[in-house]
């Protein structure tokens, strides 16, 4: 079977469903086999495993957890079939929203709380693709909201990893070399002139993130920050795994939640959303950027299909596997790096697809391999810090990006700062506060720079 060949300066080959909306890639047909992201993909399949600990706050068993984490990654899946070309992941700014909330829920009712939460988002994220309401969204938005919105989440993941208590000081050796090295690669003036003098810094540089994680399990044994297990082999699950979580786990054998939880979760699914949000536009910032880069491919961003797809992944989930990390538009570290290596031309990443794909592709087979996890397991920190740090980074730099105004940047800074303090909901009414008070009389989006 042979590729097909994109035109110059076209849409890659696929075959569209309900006018366009939707547009089937297959790997190997519309798309090549990426073997650097597909290695990125293998390592950071670790990360995916961070969500165990917090799927275990519903006293779910580590053998269930691993087999939810390995169908979470199977509906990544969904966005490169159906013609959506970013690298999704979870919503992961939220995580700290979400943590409290479990905690705040008796055992014996936490489950039944997850699938009302997850079920609910799905339903927004659903209703809002498929009526338009999303596009519409993202332009209404006034730019000092939206920036807010975007930078308090980049904050709250930088405050997340070096708080007291964070996962930056468990490894603060291993976690400052995975940064430097992930950084200088991707993002220094240095690196940038490398790359062009250099093939072997150019292939290096090619997979991403990678070279940092690895440099982090060097610097981490040398300083006794990683502790390696004993391989393990064969299968991550069995098959009596998933009949274990249907039964005791999906709404299949616990039934639906009462509606008294549908309520209860309200608060939490505003939060969340209005955090994906900034992730939609963190993701469709940064491919805007390779779109303009190379302009061998048109890259097509549409964000009423990016909820359609984030609607259908939660609502599965919240059917068969409820996960409390719940589902979003972008995994930011992953997206970043796959961007980057695209933005480097043709002859390293044909396609964006090509990238996309294939890290996931690497990522869910990792995950039915035993041997893989078990030797990547203790990377899992390592690798989340890294992840988060770049989401801060990229979030600061796209937010300053949207603002039109000094006017602007200062209302952003001051919902950043609650966001990362108090939430997403506190965040989003101190701006919309701050918006009817300061920009009270001027049309949205007009102020001169300055202002």
């Known amino acids: ?50 969500a165990i600990p917090v799927i275990q706050m519903m006293g779910v068993p580590v053998n269930i957890a691993v087999l939810m984490v390995f169908i979470s990654s199977c509906l990544y899946l969904l966005h490169t079939l159906l013609g959506d070309p970013v690298v999704p992941g979870w919503i992961t700014p939220g995580l700290p929203l979400v943590i409290a909330f479990i905690t705040n829920v008796p055992m014996a009712e936490r489950v039944y709380m997850i699938i009302a939460a997850q079920l609910t988002i799905g339903v927004v994220f659903l209703v809002f693709g498929t009526t338009g309401i999303a596009a519409k969204f993202v332009n209404w938005l006034p730019n000092a909201i939206k920036g807010g919105v975007i930078l308090g989440a980049g904050v709250a993941a930088v405050m997340g990893e070096f708080k007291i208590g964070g996962r930056f000081m468990q490894f603060p050796f291993a ?32 997979f991403g993130i990678v070279p940092g994680i690895v440099v982090a399990g060097l610097i981490g044994t040398i300083f ?87 609607g259908i992944r939660n609502l599965v989930l919240g059917l068969i596997s409820p996960f409390p990390v719940f589902h979003g538009p972008v995994w930011g570290g992953a997206h970043i790096a796959t961007v980057e290596r695209y933005k480097l031309g043709r002859k390293s990443m044909d396609s964006i697809y090509d990238g996309s794909a294939s890290f996931y592709l690497g990522a869910t087979i990792a995950l039915c391999l035993a041997p893989f ?79």
């Open 175 to 206: 976690a400052s070399a995975s940064i430097l090295v992930a950084f200088f690669l991707l993002y220094s003036t240095k690196g940038k002139f490398l790359r062009k003098e250099s093939p072997i810094f150019a292939k290096i540089v090619s």
């Open 224 to 310: 006794g920050e990683i502790t390696w297990q004993p391989i393990q082999w064969g299968f991550s699950f069995s098959l009596n795994d998933f009949h274990t979580l249907i039964s005791d786990w999906s709404v299949f054998g616990l039934g639906i939640p009462k509606l008294s939880y549908f309520i209860s979760t309200i608060g939490i699914v505003v939060a969340l959303y209005v955090i994906a949000y900034g992730d939609l536009i963190t993701g469709q910032s940064v491919l805007k950027e390779a779109d303009e880069v190379r302009n061998d491919e048109l890259i097509e961003i549409n964000p009423n299909r990016i909820n359609f797809l984030c």
């Open 373 to 451: 996890v078990s030797v990547l397991k203790p990377l899992l920190p390592v690798a989340l810090t890294l992840t988060m740090i770049m989401q801060g980074w990229v979030c600061t730099y796209i937010a300053v990006n949207i603002a039109k105004s000094n006017k602007d940047i200062g209302v952003m800074g001051v919902i950043a700062g609650v966001i990362a303090v108090r939430g997403a909901t506190w965040g989003l009414v101190v701006g919309v506060i701050l918006y009817i008070f300061l920009y009270k009389g001027k049309k949205k989006n007009t102020l001169t720079k300055g202002e």
């Open 1 to 50: 079977m042979s590729i097909i060949k994109r035109e110059n300066g076209k849409v890659q080959p696929h075959i569209s469903l309900f006018g366009g909306f939707l547009k089937v890639r297959f790997p190997f047909f519309h798309y090549n086999w990426s073997w650097p992201d597909a290695i990125q993909g293998t390592v950071l399949a670790a990360t995916g495993l961070a």
